[in-house]
């Protein structure tokens, strides 16, 4: 089995994440005007209660991923410190 160096993975995973995100967000955010990002665009396809449900979804899942990215950079430079020092 083939054994990767901590840096060889890290930068595609975000292209491939963040590039497609931030293209979709960018073409939802000049399509529609109004202020309000995600709530706006969920509201006015399917209505104010799934767009709540949308937005606390988003508020609940900001922090778990947010943790998730931070351990996995912590784990990244870690490796990549202890890799050097060996």
């Known amino acids: 089995m083939p054994v990767l160096r901590p840096r060889e993975r890290p930068g595609r995973l975000g292209v491939f994440f963040f590039f497609p995100y ?15 990002g995600a709530y706006e665009w969920v509201k006015l396809a399917f209505g104010r209660r799934l767009a709540a449900i949308n937005t606390l979804f988003q508020w609940v899942s900001n922090p778990i991923w947010v943790g998730g990215s931070l351990a996995f950079i ?10 050097s020092v060996e």
């Not at 931030?22 to 309000?36: D, K, N, Q, V």
């Not at 912590?74 to 890799?83: E, P």
């Open 22 to 36: 931030a293209l979709l967000t960018s073409e939802l955010g000049s399509a529609f005007r109004e202020e309000g």
């Open 74 to 83: 912590a784990l990244v430079v870690g490796g990549t410190v202890l890799a």
